[in-house]
């Protein structure tokens, strides 16, 4: 069994650089603070399974040349986590099939609001359309061989769903980590794990909250995504243990 994850972005919904900042993150010449919208790629025994369609999709398959995407998870319906959506139809014209999206209850009715034109019986033969088979899940499924576990999270008042892949797990855009949700989390290899900045925020965890839940936890290995321009690469990172990491745009981590 093979399972490989590659940050396809892992800045917060404005990106970094953000725009008409002069900030000292936003002017670095370090690449590793230059963030896209925060997304991934999960390989698992060579299908590819994409998590979130930021606004940035486009520019992430052609810089991590992505060349087919089996499945899609999304998290949350948030601008910056789903709008790059209708770049998926470059994938459904290559492959000729539509493709499944997995996406909690809570976020469906918003989904198919913005992108009911996907779903590949609405979208029938046209070609310039994504054509999609859209699956709303709130219990476990079976993905290529590998139980998914859908994990209803908190992000302020919203709810996001964070997902269990074998032995990797994906919580993106937190604000608290339950015990409940802790319990399904353990025997990881690898946590990837929001973090927005220092400064506390009411809808995401801070660093040092990050670096509490992923010491509780316990995973092998911790990547933290989801930074904002107040967190400089370098100098954040090495103040971390050496289990929990800043991920970077366009790092792959093999398990």
């Known amino acids: 069994m093979s399972v490989e994850i590659t940050f396809l972005g892992t800045g917060t919904s404005q990106g970094i650089p953000i725009i008409a900042c002069d900030c000292s993150v936003c002017h670095s010449e370090d690449p590793c603070d230059n963030r896209m919208r925060t997304s991934a790629l999960v390989s698992l025994d060579g299908h590819h399974v994409l998590i979130d369609t930021t606004p940035d999709l486009r520019f992430q398959c052609l810089q991590n040349d992505v060349r087919r995407i089996d499945a899609v998870l999304i998290t949350h319906t948030h ?10 139809r470059r994938f459904t014209q290559i492959q000729q099939s539509p493709i499944d999206l997995y996406i909690h209850r809570q976020h469906y009715a918003s989904l198919e609001k913005v992108f009911g034109y996907a779903q590949a019986e609405r979208a029938g033969s046209n070609p310039d359309l994504p054509h999609l ?17 859908p994990i209803p999270l908190a992000h302020g008042r919203a709810v996001v769903a964070g997902f269990r892949i ?15 949700a802790s319990a399904q989390l353990q025997d990881l290899e690898l946590l990837v794990l929001g973090a ?10 801070t660093i040092a909250q990050a670096v509490e839940v992923a010491q509780r936890i316990g ?24 289990t929990i990491r800043l991920a970077y745009d366009g790092l792959k981590i093999r398990i």
């Open 166 to 180: 074998g032995p990797l797990a994906y919580c993106t855009d937190i604000s608290d980590m339950p015990a409940e």
């Open 219 to 242: 995973a092998k290995q911790t990547f933290l995504v989801h930074m904002s321009h107040q967190v400089r690469h370098r100098e954040q990172d090495d103040l971390l243990p050496h």
């Open 133 to 149: 088979n859209f699956h709303s899940v709130e219990e476990p499924f079976s993905l290529f061989g590998y139980e998914v576990i």
């Open 196 to 205: 927005l900045r220092p400064k506390p925020h009411p809808a995401h965890l």
């Open 79 to 88: 601008a910056d986590h789903f709008l790059g959506l209708d770049d998926i």
